[in-house]
């Protein structure tokens, strides 16, 4: 054999051992390794039976957005070897496109840099990232809508919620609703709107009028158990919707229309840069920032508040009336989930000073 031979025969064996030994590293070449590890499974006091870990849906994307890996868990590589940079290892158990009974998604997704010549390992931990409504009703509510049907609503997505259901709906964080469907007018009517966070679930007891739930809704409990918030409220259909409620309770009326809150004027100029609505110095005239609290400046703690061109805005704007800073207001409008960077309400119609 010749020399070059016996020099190519005695490389292939060492070509192979790299490509398969992830712990060799060529920091000149700026490689490292990505490697995952899902933690213990997720536990849980419910009766809900979990995926099977190797089951569970792996991606794996490079900064540029670009799919490295997505697949099952099981059948995933045992590493990458990756260009130094920064990767996105996310895992769920399911997908979810749409709001479903008994399915709750469990998953995490880390952020992750991979310097040149080093092993990273990316840790999983499983928690649940959807939330979740179970609606409870008595018999009154057949009585008082014998054609009507409830529904749990999100995005373009209806999902029934028949009388004797049990089971839980989960739905994405954000924005859902309660719907009731009059059969005999095929009409819908909204009766609750929440923004669900990720581990939550609601527990809502829907009572028709007449029924044991009183005149109004009930002070929310939350509960805490191992893997989700649980909440307990209830509906009174056709209840006192009037009553002003506070910035606080804003969040959990999203999508309501003709509301009144109640607050302090704090600032305005939420288009400036920075976290704090301004209190001084105020050059717009369409809108101001309410507040629980008159010492309270932080954007992300106030209803921002559109003032239409009109009464509104010639008795509320701060351009004109600076001295209403730190006044207690009442302030009717449609509740938006985000107006300048924060809940807002938009529409405003009415005002009253208490």
């Given at each position: ?264 004027i704090v600032g305005g100029d939420l288009t400036s840069a920075g976290k704090n609505v301004k209190t001084e110095d105020i050059t717009k005239n369409t ?26 805005r010639d008795a509320l704007n701060l351009v004109s009336h600076p001295e209403l800073i730190g006044l207690r207001v009442r302030l009717k409008g449609n ?20």
């Open positions: 054999m010749k020399p070059l031979h016996w020099a190519l025969a005695a490389l292939l064996p060492l070509s192979v051992i790299a490509c398969d030994d992830f712990s060799l590293r060529d920091a000149t070449r700026g490689k490292g390794t990505l490697r995952w590890q899902v933690e213990s499974a997720p536990a849980t006091k419910s009766t809900e039976a979990l995926p099977d870990t190797n089951d569970y849906i792996l991606t794996v994307r490079d900064a540029s957005g670009t799919v490295l890996y997505e697949g099952a868990y099981g059948d995933s590589p045992r590493a990458l070897d990756v260009e130094a940079g920064n990767y996105t290892v996310g895992i769920v158990s399911i997908p979810f496109p749409e709001p479903a009974f008994d399915s709750p998604q469990y998953g995490d997704e880390q952020l992750v840099q991979v310097p040149a010549g080093q092993n990273v390992t990316v840790r999983l931990n499983c928690t649940l990232q959807n939330a979740g409504i179970r609606l409870r009703t008595g018999p009154e509510f057949l009585q008082a809508y014998p054609d009507g049907i409830l529904y749990i609503q999100q995005g373009g997505t209806r999902l029934p919620y028949l009388y004797r259901e049990s089971r839980i709906a989960y739905v994405k964080p954000g924005l859902a609703s309660v719907l009731l469907y009059h059969e005999g007018q095929n009409r819908y009517e909204t009766l609750f709107n929440r923004l669900m966070e990720p581990r939550e679930v609601l527990s809502l007891s829907i009572v028709a009028p007449g029924g044991s739930g009183g005149g109004g809704k009930n002070t929310i409990s939350v509960q805490t158990d191992t893997t989700k918030v649980w909440a307990h409220d209830s509906f009174v259909i056709g209840g006192n919707t009037g009553a002003p409620i506070s910035v606080a309770d804003v969040p959990s009326r999203i999508g309501e229309e003709g509301v009144w809150v109640t607050g302090y809108h101001l920032a309410l507040a629980d609290r008159s010492s309270t400046t932080e954007k992300a703690s106030c209803l921002a508040v559109e003032l239409p061109q009109g009464k509104v509740l938006v989930e985000k107006y300048f960077g924060t809940v807002g309400m938009k529409g405003t119609a009415d005002y009253e000073f208490p």
